[in-house]
Structures are given as C-alpha cells and as structure tokens.
C-alpha cells in the first residue's frame, strides 16, 4: 500500500534551521529568508534526505502556484505509467498453470495487477496444492515477508535518508567518517558521541532523520 502521509521538508541557512513543515510553507519561508539577503539555503525532503530545488520568483500566490502544478503532474506521470503498464482492455500475462482458483459469483474486485512469475515445476505444484489456489497463496507469502521484513525496511530507509543529509551538510565535518559507520551500524549513543561538536540544528534534524522523529515517508 503506498505511504498517503504527506512528505514534510526542512530548510537550512547554512547550518541553522529556518523553517520545517509541509512543502508549501517551507517554500514561502525560504522565499522570505532570499528576499532578505540570505544565501546558501538548502531545502531537503525529510523522506529521502536529499536536497529539493524551489523555484521562489514571483509572488507568494506564484510560487505556491508551481508547487501545485509540479505536484500534479507527478500525480498525472504515476497515473499515466501505470496505464501504458496495464491498459484498458489488454491481456494480462498468465500467472500460472489452471489450478488457480476459479472465480465465483460475487467475489468482490481485489485490484490486484497481472504479472508474469517464473517458477520451477515443483513450485507450481505445491502452490496449486495449497488451499484458495496458486495466487491466494502466493498472496500470503507475500504478505508474510512484508511483516517480518517491515522493520527492517523502515530501518534501512532511515539509515539512507540520513546518510543523504549527512553528506549534504557535514560531508566536510570533523568525525563524518566514523559518523557514517555508526549509522549504518545502528549504534546511536556512539553517533551522538562523535557528532556532538557539529551544529545543534543539523544533529537535532540528523537525529530525527535517523531514529524516528521524522517517519519514512
């Protein structure tokens, strides 16, 4: 299931934190903090880690007006791509040999998607053999990964959106090295120990990032 929470962003000048929230106000913000002379300003999304271009010229209503559209057409281009995947009317490869389940009257729509999967024969009899048929089984095992991975998961996508952010603003800084190994390693009280003397805003965010203040989007 895709993430439905929105993204939120973070805005540095230098290494102080200017503004942290929905992409709209972050924008405005930095759009005020250029108009008052301000340079160097970086704008990372908080569910990678990697710094985000803004385009601040023209009024506020002009600025947030791109936003607008630049969000849907990423909308348009998801929906456009899984279209040309599937289109209206076309053959879906088959999944497997005719011992899948038939289907019966009333059986509501999943809205699965038809994909071509290559197993060996032994696979495709034990899958056919199990109660509900080939695709309710693999179905469960699918599903079975995914919680027992999930944690996993969400733990790799924070060490990697933190990384990003790291690399972006302490790339230069006394300890990145030995940071970048605590991270990954997963050892928080040694990371704390060998970034305590960058700046406030930037351990505070890197933090969040990686331990959960800030969830993966």
């Not at 002009?62 to 599937?86: H, P």
């Amino acid at each position: 299931m895709k993430d439905t929470r929105p993204n939120t962003y973070t805005a540095f000048h230098g290494h102080r934190r200017i503004a942290a929230g929905p992409l709209p106000a972050v924008a405005l913000a930095v759009k005020r903090a250029m108009a008052e002379g301000t340079d160097a300003v970086l704008t990372f999304d908080d569910s990678t880690g990697r710094p985000i271009d803004i385009d601040t010229r023209g009024t506020d209503d002009e600025v947030l007006a791109r936003l607008a559209r630049t969000a849907t057409g990423a909308d348009r281009s998801e929906a456009d791509a899984a279209a040309a995947e599937n289109p209206p009317g076309a053959t879906a490869p088959a999944a497997g040999p005719a011992s899948d389940e038939p289907r019966g009257r009333g059986r509501p729509k999943l809205g699965v998607v038809a994909r071509e999967v290559t197993l060996l024969p032994r696979h495709w009899d034990w899958l056919g053999a199990q109660t509900g048929g080939a695709s309710v089984a693999l179905r469960k095992l699918v599903e079975a990964a995914r919680l027992a991975n999930s944690a996993k998961d969400l733990r790799r996508k924070a060490h990697e959106r933190s990384y990003h952010f790291m690399a972006a603003m302490a790339g230069n800084m006394a300890g990145f090295e030995e940071a970048t190994r605590a991270l990954f390693a997963n050892d928080e009280p040694r990371l704390r120990e060998l970034v305590a003397a960058w700046p406030g805003d930037v351990r505070e965010h890197l933090f969040a990032l990686a331990f959960g203040a800030i969830e993966p989007g």
